[in-house]
């Protein structure tokens, strides 16, 4: 069976964004926000870094994570190795702004992640923020888009970028960055790229082939941009979204609220139901669609109460 086909008959996965934001709980100085917080708020470089030193998730277990993975019935799972605010949740040599080498924690997230999966026979996906991250001058967000616009940091930096700048952020941090997701981690299913909102289209492929270089049987998300990657993806919540005649297809969906990926006080208590999501799976997998259910674990490295017990509820009724 090709990687392709697995991916087509898993039918469902789990996701967890994990990062510094987690330390904020869905709150920067009195007002809401969400994984984009460094973003939104204008958080300046050396504040942010403070949570790096406020980092200590001592209740996080793989073993744990994964256990509800697999009791949910997902196959694969997929956690944020590094969202736009640019740091990574594994021992990186690129950059020192990881969890090894810039929080009081100490372990390398990922190698645990990759650990507990072989050993619930989970497959494991690691998204990678390859065009945003809000720690490099250099990095991407400042080409306009009907999204967001500017998406760069221009609060530290005031950058006045180019497609060359952008250019020595892929050379200097992404492709080392990558490779070494796919070289210390074992086997992964898919690399979860995002937002393409700067790449050009040979540097799209400069990625793509650099993933296939190494681990051939790693699919990538279509957000990797210019039509790479075998992964057909909606965009976030597409409840509806239809499958692809050719191509895996899979709908990133919230378990909490619609606009917070990330642990948040506030979407806390206002979790889908059990017999909600199933029947949003069973929708999507009709039309050959994945279903990819968002969790945010909070600070201290525990998936919340209620989550769990939605994700326990989805298992006993698959």
């Not at 506030?266 to 968002?294: D, I, P, T």
Request: include cysteine; glycine fraction near 8%; hydrophobic fraction near 35%.
């Amino acid at each position: 069976m090709t990687s392709s086909e697995w991916f087509k008959n898993a039918q469902f996965g789990i996701m967890a964004h994990f990062g510094l934001y987690s330390v904020l709980e869905g709150e920067y100085k009195g007002n809401p926000t969400n994984e984009w917080a460094r973003r939104y708020c204008e958080i300046p470089r050396e504040e942010y870094h403070k949570l790096a030193s406020a980092f200590n998730p001592i209740y996080f277990d793989a073993e744990e994570w994964i256990s509800y993975v697999k009791a949910s019935g997902a196959k694969y799972f997929v956690l944020t190795s590094k969202h736009h605010e640019g740091f990574a949740l594994f021992d990186s040599k690129v950059s020192d702004f990881n969890v090894v080498k810039a929080t009081p924690f100490g372990r390398d997230i990922i190698k645990e992640i990759s650990e507990a999966c072989k050993k619930y026979d989970i497959k494991l996906g690691l998204y990678y923020s390859h065009d945003q991250d809000w720690e490099e001058p250099d990095a991407g967000g400042f080409i306009e888009n009907k999204w967001c616009h500017p998406a760069n940091n221009y609060w530290d930096y005031n950058p006045t970028n180019t497609i060359e700048d952008f250019q020595k952020y892929l050379d200097r941090k992404v492709k080392p960055q990558v490779t070494e997701l796919l070289t210390n981690y074992g086997d992964l299913c898919q690399i979860w790229f995002d937002n393409p909102w700067t790449i050009t289209k040979d540097q799209s492929k400069e990625l793509y082939d650099l993933v296939k270089s190494i681990q051939p049987d790693c699919l990538c998300s279509a957000r990797i941009g210019h039509g790479y990657g075998e992964i057909v993806g909606g965009g976030d919540n597409a409840y509806d979204m239809d499958g692809h005649p050719v191509h895996p297809a899979e709908a990133p969906v919230t378990l909490a609220g619609t606009d917070c990926w990330g642990f948040s006080v506030y979407n806390n208590m206002s979790y889908k139901s059990a017999e909600e999501l199933m029947g949003y799976k069973k929708q999507l997998n009709a039309k050959g669609v994945n279903m990819l259910l968002n969790v945010g674990p909070d600070h201290l490295g525990r998936f919340p109460g209620p989550a769990v017990k939605v994700l326990k509820e989805m298992g006993e009724m698959k």
